[in-house]
Structures are given as C-alpha cells and as structure tokens.
T-cell receptor
Framework: GAVVSQHPSWVICKSGTSVKIECRSL??????MFWYRQFPKQSLMLMAT?????????EQGVEKDKFLINHASLTLSTLTVTSAHPEDSSFYIC????????????FGAGTRLSVL | AQSVSQHNHHVILSEAASLELGCNYS??????LFWYVQYPGQHLQLLLK??????LVKGIKGFEAEFIKSKFSFNLRKPSVQWSDTAEYFC????????????FGTGTQLKVEL
C-alpha cells in the first residue's frame, strides 16, 4: 500500500519556539494532504486540508497563523507550529490521498509534540 | 454537523472469541464508511471501506463490516480474534461531495488475551 512518512516522530521544544513537521508521500503523489490532531484518549480531529499549490483550508477553530501549512509539491506537506505553547502539546498526524484513489487516505505514523 | 459514535471504548476478549465493535453515524446524506486500525506504535491502516453496493464488506485480516442504512450503523466483526488483533480501532465517515474529509469516532481499544 501507499506509504506516508512523517518526521520527526517526537519533538520537544521550549515555549515560544517554532516547530516544523514534515509529511511525505513516498510512493505516490498526494494531491491532497490532511493534518489531524489527536488528544490523549480522544479521536483524531481534522485541523486543515491542503492541496498542492494552493492555500490550506482550515477547520473552524484552528488558527491559521499558528499552524502554518505548506504543500509545495505532490509529495510534501509541512505543518509549522509557530510560537508553540504547552497547550499545543499533542499528537499530530498527517495523511495523503493518492491521485487515482481519491477516497482513501494513507496516514503517517504521527508526531508527538511536547512543549515545555 | 456529522458525528461518529463508537460505544465500546475498551474491549477485552480471549483468543478465538468473536468480535463486534459498534459504529453509528449521524448524517442523512450519502456517506462513505471506513474502519481503520492502529497497532501499538504504528500508523493508522485501512481495514475496510464501504462506498456503495453490497452492504457486507470484507477487509483484511478476516475482518468484515455491515452497513445498515436504516440504523446508520457500520459495525465491525471478526469471528475469531487473535492476540495480534490487539490494537485501537477507529470508525470514520466521509460525506459524498464533502472533499474527502474524514470524521472519526473516538476509537475502541481492543485487547486480546491469550
């Protein structure tokens, strides 16, 4: 099956710094990528949808200036958490949809962000 | 807004027991339905999906699910679980014409004991 690589898998940062998370589709072209956030013992909540070459669409309640998303190519999307605070600590997961399989999302393994 | 409910948050079974995990969604339109599995330390993997046609769908690893439109349900079943089925299971829905946005249930943690 299609593979999505997410990096880093775990990051610890100081409050006020910015953190970039990469999401790469390794063996397919992802026209659309999604970013989710998962709180402990809760489900995945969609943060934003990004289409290659265009601005991301954010879900209600998600600050676009805080969570910067860039989808510059068909195989790479990045999420930058700007000026991170402890409340941003969470598990962030990305997924990609293959061009020819538009209804199926392939997920990365996630990034655990801890903000001190 | 659409929502997905998984009523069993934690399930503990012995090997060879039968499994049924409940999933209900609230939306009146046309939906696509998915079950994903997340093994410890691994990424979400697709178990099975329903788009249209036969409401009984078979997935990988012996899992199946039945779409019952009148009940807004898409329950996951397996006749005989194995220890290796220990994982977290998520039901998810997309709306036809909804841009492939997945709405997930809260997940069910399954533990299979030897």
């Amino acid at each position: 099956g299609a593979v999505v690589s997410q990096h880093p898998s775990w990051v610890i940062c100081k409050s006020g710094t910015s953190v970039k998370i990469e999401c790469r589709s390794l063996d397919f072209q992802a026209t659309t990528m999604f970013w989710y956030r998962q709180f402990p013992k809760q489900s995945l909540m969609l943060m934003a949808t990004s289409n290659e070459g265009s601005k991301a669409t954010y879900e209600q309640g998600v600050e676009k200036d805080k969570f910067l998303i860039n989808h510059a190519s068909l195989t790479l999307s990045t999420l930058t958490v700007t000026s991170a605070h402890p409340e941003d600590s969470s598990f962030y997961i990305c997924s990609g949809i293959e061009l020819l399989a538009k209804n199926i999302q392939y997920f990365g393994a996630g990034t655990r962000l801890s903000v001190l | 807004a659409q929502s997905v409910s998984q009523h069993n948050h934690h399930v503990i079974l012995s090997e060879a027991a039968s499994l049924e995990l409940g999933c209900n969604y609230s939306y009146g339109g046309t939906v696509n339905l998915f079950w994903y599995v997340q093994y410890p330390g691994q990424h979400l993997q697709l178990l099975l999906k329903y788009f249209s046609g036969d409401p009984l769908v078979k997935g990988i690893k012996g899992f199946e699910a039945e779409f019952i439109k009148s009940k807004f349900s898409f329950n996951l079943r397996k006749p005989s679980v194995q220890w290796s089925d220990t994982a977290e299971y998520f039901c998810a829905v997309t709306l036809t014409g909804g841009g492939n946005k997945l709405t997930f249930g809260t997940g069910t943690q399954l533990k299979v004991e030897l």
